[in-house]
């Protein structure tokens, strides 16, 4: 077994190295030495989490010629780190059936270790050391690979989050070369070149909607926006024919097709070259004008943060198809790139230099308590429990601003399952209840009150108003949370008070509460940190499920938040 002062220089060094490193293959690689010479391991290997499946992303001591297969996340020694997010470790792997080689070796596998890449409280990936010898890697050596595996988990996401911000650095190019001279005819096809570049698309077009055809008709830009010459413009499409840019085009909302296999209806229309897409609508005043198409001949090629970047370009292009007259609207447009370029701005500093960094104090943290309470350090461990909650809140407030984002940007979806709101009630208040024991919380209802609706959304919801109401009532106040079901002639409704025997809210700020970033006067919020956030987005997701949601409250009384939603579910649009 090493010395620990061997392993903790090893560790120093990795994390030099990635200090001075950008490239991941060349950050990954000296991670994997040095794991490899930790553990007296022949190999070493990363898969990360994609597409539903383990891929390799780098190894060390891999057999020459061995295949570079994948896994399922439930098959292989990898799969089972995941799944548990755990370190596992098998004495003798070529005995057990399930722990099957991924990569052809030829060759008898021994000893294995498998440590999960943990990274913001979720697994991305497994990091596994291997030799031929039977036996067990165990003991402070199996730590130090954890601690490795933090690092790799780090690099990786350093990695990803640098392309995003060069992604988004070509992004605001594009938008700065968004102009409100000339005619569209001589400012689109430069700006479908722009677009080509800086999303890495072979095929970027505008299609216009020929109303007496009720047709859409291809304005023409694909042939300047492939280089390659395999981009197969969409000349004519009915509007009869569907598929997902029709589909953009009569609904107003975009669409994202990751796998055009999966939509087979798209897959005829567009042709064997196409695995991706992206289609969003044109409009002017009001009114549907056309659809900006880009398609990409590999899938999974588009992310939303391109959806919500295309969006603002799709409004840009609108301005030029309606505008006769630019010079008159030059400077409205020069407001909004302003306006899209400093949204864009914002989100990639909340993203890159205030999540990553919190982040990474969090799975600090996290392998520091750990350690603490596998020592027994108890004033240890209750320290560093309170950074990890700390860093947890200051994520919260950052996903906040992100949902606010995802909100203005039209990309705040809902995953629809069907659920007892009262069972996703108590258990939000039993998990409140252990980390405010000061006060009491009660749940009160007649029966199961069973809804169509997004859980995770409205756990949001449930916490969220629960959480104020306990901040703005006195040590031992009670917060009472009551459901019932109300059947109407437009079928079932839930209703929900969340209730407080707080200081209530004054009627001048009754009218703002929900609004975004109000916080009331210096009586309400002095001494709350917050963003004044929380009601707005929880207001907004009970709207989205076709619901709504009011305050009733009396300076001295407390205060009772409702909403009320439908049972069967949001409203098709």
């Given at each position: ?16 190295e ?10 990954l ?5 040095r ?18 499946r ?23 020694i990898e ?32 000893a ?16 596994v ?6 036996g ?10 954890d ?10 996401e ?14 605001a190019?594009?938008?700065s ?7 569209p ?21 505008l ?12 304005y ?19 509007l009869?024919?569907?598929?997902p ?14 796998n055009?296999?999966?939509d ?17 609508p ?15 001949d ?13 969006a ?9 198809v ?43 943290t ?25 860093a ?37 208040a ?13 749940v ?17 919801v ?7 109401s ?9 917060v ?31 009218k703002?509460?929900f ?24 207001r ?12 009733e ?21």
């Open positions: 077994m090493l010395e620990k002062m061997t392993a903790a220089e090893a560790v120093r060094e990795v994390i030099a990635l200090r001075a490193r950008r490239d991941l293959a060349q950050a690689g000296a991670i994997l030495v794991a490899r010479g930790l553990l007296g391991a022949d190999e070493a290997y990363i898969m990360l989490v994609q597409g539903g383990l891929r390799l992303l780098a190894a060390e001591g891999l057999p020459a010629g061995a295949a570079a297969g994948s896994l399922g996340l439930d098959e292989g799969g089972l780190a995941v799944a548990r997010g755990e370190l596992v470790t098998v004495p003798e792997a070529s005995h057990q059936p399930r722990f099957r080689d991924p990569f052809a070796r030829g060759r008898a596998v021994g294995m270790a498998a440590v999960p890449l943990l990274f913001s409280g979720r697994v991305t990936g497994v990091i050391v291997a030799r031929q010898e039977p067990q890697f165990g003991g402070s050596n199996v730590w130090w690979l601690v490795l595996g933090a690092l790799a988990g780090l690099a990786i350093d990695d990803r989050m640098h392309r995003l911000s060069e992604r988004r650095a070509r992004q190019e594009v938008l070369q968004i102009s409100a001279q000339g005619k005819e001589s400012a689109l096809p430069p700006l479908a070149q722009a677009l080509a570049v800086a999303l890495d698309v072979p095929q970027v077009d299609m216009l909607v020929d109303a007496p055809h009720d047709e859409l008709v291809t023409g830009l694909a042939q300047r926006a492939a280089d390659d010459g395999n981009a197969r413009p969409l000349e004519r499409l009915p009869a024919a569907g598929g840019v029709v589909r953009a085009f009569s609904s107003g909302l975009p669409q994202l097709v990751n055009l296999a999966d087979p209806e798209g897959a005829r229309l567009l042709g064997e070259g196409v695995r991706s897409l992206i289609a969003v044109i409009q002017t005043g009001g009114e549907a004008r056309g659809v900006l198409y880009l398609a990409h590999r899938p999974a090629a588009f992310s939303e943060d391109d959806l919500a970047f295309l603002i370009v799709a409004a840009r292009v609108g301005a030029l309606e505008s006769q007259d630019l010079r008159q609207h030059q400077l409205q447009l020069q407001k909004m790139t302003a306006e899209a370029q400093a949204r864009q701005e914002f989100v990639g500093i909340v993203s890159h230099e205030l999540k990553t960094p919190v982040a990474v104090i969090q799975a600090y996290d392998l520091l308590l750990r350690r603490a309470e596998r020592g027994g350090e108890d004033a240890n461990t209750d320290v560093v429990r309170r950074i990890s909650e700390q947890e809140r200051m994520l919260a407030l950052i996903e906040q601003l992100l949902d606010l984002q995802r909100l203005e940007a039209g990309l705040f979806s809902l995953e629809i399952s069907r659920f007892d709101l009262v069972g996703l009630a108590g258990r939000v039993e998990e409140t209840q252990a980390t405010a024991p000061q006060h009491r919380l009660n009160q209802a007649e029966g199961e009150v069973i809804v169509s609706a997004d859980r995770r959304r409205l756990e949001e449930l916490q969220n108003l629960v959480d104020n306990i901040k703005y009532s006195p040590a031992g106040g009670a009472e949370v009551a459901l019932k079901l109300v059947q109407g002639p437009d079928g079932g409704k839930a209703v929900v008070a969340v209730r407080d025997r707080g200081q209530g809210v004054a009627a001048e700020d009754q703002h509460v609004e975004r970033f109000y916080q009331g006067g210096d009586h309400l919020h002095r001494g709350r940190a917050g963003l004044g956030l929380g009601l707005y987005i929880s907004e997701i009970v709207r989205r499920h076709g619901g709504v949601m009011w305050l409250s009396k300076p001295g009384e407390g205060s009772t938040f409702y909403f009320s939603l439908p049972t069967s579910g949001p409203a098709e649009e």
